[in-house]
């Protein structure tokens, strides 16, 4: 099954600046998602990934706040823009591996904004 | 649109107890995940349930999909504190998923 190699693992920022996650999978994939998890909370799809073209996103998620590039089938980084306390989360990659064996997930990044 | 309810969203049992746990879901699907979370990780795949009637079994856990009710179940026997986490079922509507909320369980000695 495929590796997914995410970083960084965690972070601490200062509100206004902005933070740039990286997701690496082992094998080429069509597409790429990232997920927002705040505290507490289940996971929120922000926005898939396919390479060559536009991320699509989600309602309540936009391109500015939210910068994706894919630039090869193994390989996509979700940027954090302009980040406020409301932005700590837990930002998550995730890959289907096939119809058998579903989804898996990066290790994760632990953003605390302060 | 696409809703997953879970129930219940806390669950404490005492070791050796069974309970169950409920997933919902509001559109047809053939496909359900279960995923495991401890304490400030990740999301770890549990089962994946392909198809109506589809049963799954690892260890404690066993996980079944009634397509036609829309429901999934989760059912722990005899619980041990191992078992202590957070657990969500997982629909695809295409290509992404939609989680349930999540179920907290807490085993106690």
Redesign the interface.
């Known amino acids: 099954s495929a590796v997914i190699s995410q970083k960084p693992s965690r972070d601490i920022c200062q509100r206004g600046t902005s933070l740039t996650i990286q997701c690496q999978v082992d094998s080429q994939v069509t597409?790429m998602?990232w997920y927002r998890q705040q505290p507490g909370?289940?996971?929120?799809?922000i926005a898939?990934a396919n390479q060559g073209s536009e991320a699509t996103y989600e309602s309540g998620f936009v391109i500015d706040k939210f910068p994706i590039s894919r630039p090869n089938l193994t390989f996509s980084t979700l940027t954090v823009s302009n980040m406020s306390p409301e932005d700590s989360s837990i930002y998550?990659c995730?890959v289907?591996l096939g119809?058998?064996?579903?989804?898996?997930?990066?290790?994760?990044t632990?953003l605390t904004v302060v | 649109e696409l809703k997953v309810e879970q129930n219940p969203l806390f669950l404490s049992m005492q070791e050796g107890k069974n309970y169950t746990i409920y997933c919902n879901y509001s559109t047809t699907s053939d496909r359900l995940y279960w995923y495991r979370q401890d304490p400030g990780k990740s999301l770890e795949s549990l089962f994946v349930l392909l198809s109506n009637g589809a049963v799954k079994q690892e260890g404690r856990l066993m996980a079944s999909l009634d397509t036609k009710a829309r429901l999934s179940t989760l059912h722990i026997t005899a619980a041990v504190h191992d078992l202590s986490a957070t657990y969500f079922c997982a629909v695809p509507d295409r290509f992404k998923l939609t989680f349930g909320k999540g179920t907290l369980l807490t085993v106690n000695p």
């Open positions: 597409m998602f909370q289940s996971l929120t799809l898939t998550l995730s289907e119809t058998y064996y579903g989804y898996t997930f990066g290790s994760g632990r």
